[in-house]
């Protein structure tokens, strides 16, 4: 797997997963009837902020990430990130390799910490991957999301130091 940085080209092969995932309403806080130029704003961003792709041999788009400061002024120290694996390619490390590699970046980009302001509490994959790198949940917004099945859950705020 390589993971690299994603040009205007790559969005044809982010776009299905990332309206799939968007559109089933349980892990990102999106519009889930976000519409794909909008969605591409969103996704794809501007230096100094990266959006990477993870790709296989064949260049086959496996998940992308999106990485920036968590907040401007002075809270700008403190960097955060987006994962979204196509749920075609889960379960083979694409996340955790994508997690790692923003981690990472925000080191070497000079930030102190990394956070995640909104990972839903049912998220369990992402909860127990956030975890292993380190991640802790400082604080949960109770009923702070709105899951299409399971009703009002918990949104954690994860954090770590690099």
């Known amino acids: 797997m390589l993971i690299r940085e994603a040009t205007a080209d790559d969005w044809p092969a982010i776009w ?41 041999g064949s ?13 401007q002024g002075n809270g700008s120290h403190v960097a955060s990130a987006s994962y979204l694996v196509d749920p075609e390619h889960g379960g083979r490390g694409v996340g955790r390799a994508l997690c790692t590699h ?11 910490s990394m956070q995640f302001n909104a990972v839903v509490e049912t998220n369990e994959h992402a909860v127990k991957l956030y975890r292993s790198l380190g991640f802790e949940v ?13 009703g009002y859950v918990g949104l954690h705020v994860m954090h770590r130091a690099l």
């Open 16 to 56: 299905p997963f990332f309206r799939r995932i968007v559109a089933a309403g349980e892990t990102f806080t999106y519009p889930t009837g976000l519409a794909q130029e909008e969605a591409r704003g969103w996704w794809l961003l501007a230096a100094p902020d990266r959006t990477v792709v993870a790709v296989d």
């Open 59 to 71: 260049g086959t788009v496996l998940g992308t990430a999106k990485m920036n400061r968590n907040q």
């Open 102 to 112: 923003t981690l990472e970046w925000a080191r070497a980009a000079g930030f102190r």
């Open 138 to 150: 400082v604080g949960t917004v109770p009923e702070g999301f709105r899951h299409p099945t399971l």
